[in-house]
C-alpha cells in the first residue's frame, strides 16, 4: 500500500507547529544516524504540567516530518504523565497505514525526541 | 557486439516480477550484484555432489572440495594478474579485507608519529578500522580532500606526502557514490616514493574494470565476491608476498597452523596462514564461476557498457527540474548515478521508486564523511549500473522521478 496518503503529504507540506518555541520549559533533539533525520522539539506546559505549545523544527523523509507534526497536534493539551504513557502505537494510529520496519523508525524519532524532552525536565526539576 | 538481453538471460531474478507486478528494475549493483545461474549452479552442485572439508580428507569428496576451492584460488589469481597464487588470500568481504591488514600489518608496522593518508571519499570500511587501531597506537590519520568536480585534490596528497612520517596510503580505486575511476597508479607510485604502502579498496573496481595488480604494483588490494555476481560471505585480499610472509596472522586456529603444542604454535605457509576454521568452500566455488563468467564477457567490454549508461542516465537525470547529480565528468565516471531531487527526501524517492519495481540506493551509502562533510548533505540517491543494465531502465527511472516530483510539490 502507498504510504504517501493525502494526509502524509499534507503534513509533510505544511507540518503543523513548525517553529522552536522561546521561551519553553521542555527540550530535546535528535538524530537517526541512518538515514540523517534529525528532530528538534521544544514544549511549553501550564501550571497543571499541561502542554499549551509544541514547536518542532528538523529535516528529513516525508514520514519522520509528519509523524512529527501530526503527534505535536495530538498532545496539545495533555499533560506530561499521558505523554509518559504514550506508545509507539499513537504514533503509528496518527499515520494510519502499514509501513515497513524500515520506515517505523522513521515514524518513531518524534515519539522518541517527546519523550526526551519529558524525562530530561524532569531530571531537571 | 555487446548483447544485453543476452546476458539478462543469464540472471534469473531479472525476469522475476517485482511485487508490485511490474518488472524488476535493479539499480543497485553497487551494493550487492545479481547472480547467474552459472554461479547459482556451481554452488549448488557443489553442495549436491562434493560437498566435504577442505584440506583435511583422505577421502575423494574432500580432494574433490579441495581441488575445487583451490581452483577458484587461481581463478582469481588469474583475474587480477597476480604473481603467485600465495598472494589471494580468501576472507568474508572487502571489510574482512581491510581488517585483515589494519589488524596485522598495521598493528605490526604502526606507531605513535606515523601517519596513514586515507582519502575524504572513503566507505566506512576503509575508514573505521584505520580509526579503531588508531586509537590504540596513536598514529595519525590524514585525508585526502576531494574537489568541487568529484575528484582526489593531488595537491594536498602531494602536501600531506612531504609533511613526512607517511607509512601507508590507503585509497579506494573506485569511489562508492560518486563514481570517481581514482588515478591509482600515480598514488601508488607517490606513497612508494616516500616509503609508504599503498593498500587499494577494490570494492567498486574489480567488478566493473579490468584491474592488474602487479601493473598497478598495489601492496595490498581488497575487493568482494558478492559485488562481482558471485555469492555473499567471500572476499579476497592480494598481498604482495614478502609483505604478506612478514605478517603475523589475524585469527588463530584449525588450518593456519603448521604445528601446534601446548606451549604454542608455528604457522602453515601462505595463503593459509591467514585462512584459520573451515573457509567459505562453497562461496569461493561459486566466486571462481564468477570469474569465469566475467571473463568471458570481458571487463572492458562491461566497463565500456556501464561507462555509457552513466553518462546518458546523468544526461537524462539533467533534464529532470531539481536534480542535482554528484559525479565526476568522464574519463573519472564510472556506471553510477548519484542524485538528489529537491524537495523529496532520498528514503521518501526510494520508496516511490520501489513502488514502480525501480530499486535504488538511498542513504549515506557508508560514506558519512563524504555526505556531511564534502557534499553538505544527509543523504543521496544512488543509480548504480552493472552488465545487465539497459538505457530502458534509465529511462523508466527518469519518468518515475517526474511522477514523485510531482506527488511531493
Known sequence: MDI??????????????????????????????????T????????????????????????????????????????????????????????????????????????????????????SQQ | MYDVARIRQDFPILSQPHPSGKPLVFLDSAAS?????????????????????????????????????????????????????????????????????VQTWGRQNLENGNVVVLTAMEHHANIVPWQILAAEK????????????????????????????????????????????????????????????AIVDGAQSVPHLPVDVQALDVDFYAFSGH??????????????????????????????????????????????????????????IGLGAAVDYLQGIGMEAIHQHEAELGVYARERLAEVEGVQCYNPAPPYASGVATFTLEGVHPHDLAQILDYEGVAVRAGHHCAMPLHREVLCIHASVRASFYLYSTREEVDTLIACLQVARQRFL
Not at chain 1, 503543523?16 to 544516524?33: M, T, V
Not at chain 2, 577442505?54 to 581452483?71: D, F, P
Not at chain 2, 595519525?140 to 580532500?145: L, N, S, V
Not at chain 2, 558471485?230 to 596472522?249: C, F, N, Q, S, V
Open chain 2, 227 to 284: 559485488k562481482m555476481c558471485g555469492p555473499t560471505g567471500i572476499g579476497i585480499l592480494y598481498g604482495k608476498r614478502h609483505l604478506l610472509e612478514a605478517m603475523p596472522p589475524w585469527q588463530g586456529g584449525g588450518d593456519m597452523i603448521a604445528r601446534v603444542t601446548l606451549e604454542g604454535a608455528t604457522w602453515n605457509d601462505l595463503p593459509y596462514k591467514f585462512e584459520a576454521g573451515t573457509p567459505a568452500i562453497a562461496e569461493a
Open chain 2, 33 to 101: 550484484s545479481q547472480k547467474p545461474s552459472v554461479v547459482i549452479d556451481a554452488m549448488t552442485n557443489y553442495y549436491r555432489t562434493q560437498h566435504a572439508n577442505v584440506h583435511r580428507g583422505i577421502y575423494a569428496l574432500s580432494e574433490a572440495a579441495t581441488h575445487a576451492y583451490e581452483a577458484a584460488r587461481d581463478k582469481v589469481k588469474s583475474f587480477i594478474n597476480a604473481e603467485q597464487r600465495e598472494e589471494i588470500i580468501f576472507t568474508s568481504n572487502t571489510t574482512g579485507s581491510i581488517n585483515l591488514i
Open chain 2, 138 to 197: 596513536g598514529f595519525q590519520i590524514k585525508y585526502i580532500p576531494v574537489t568541487s568536480d568529484y575528484l582526489l585534490d593531488l595537491e594536498v596528497f602531494e602536501r600531506i606526502l612531504s609533511e613526512g612520517n607517511v607509512k601507508a596510503v590507503s585509497v579506494g580505486h573506485v569511489s562508492n557514490v560518486l563514481g570517481t575511476i581514482n588515478p591509482v597508479e600515480h598514488i601508488i607510485e607517490r606513497a612508494h616514493a616516500f616509503g609508504a604502502i
Open chain 1, 39 to 122: 528532530l528538534e522539539i521544544t514544549l511549553r506546559v501550564d501550571e497543571n504540567d499541561r502542554v499549551v505549545a509544541v514547536g518542532w523544527d528538523g529535516h528529513g523523509c516525508a514520514i519522520s516530518q509528519a509523524a512529527a507534526s501530526m503527534l505535536g497536534e495530538e498532545i496539545i493539551g495533555k499533560t506530561l504523565d499521558e505523554i509518559k504513557q504514550l506508545d509507539k502505537d499513537v504514533v503509528l494510529d496518527l499515520i494510519g497505514i502499514p509501513l515497513s520496519v524500515s520506515r517505523v523508525k522513521c515514524a518513531l524519532l518524534s515519539l522518541k525526541v517527546l519523550k526526551s524532552a519529558v524525562y530530561n525536565l524532569e
Open chain 1, 4 to 37: 504517501y496518503q493525502e494526509n502524509i503529504l499534507d503534513h509533510h507540506r505544511n507540518p503543523r507547529n513548525w517553529k522552536l518555541l522561546d521561551p519553553y520549559d521542555f527540550h530535546a533533539s535528535d538524530e537517526n544516524p541512518l538515514c540523517g533525520d
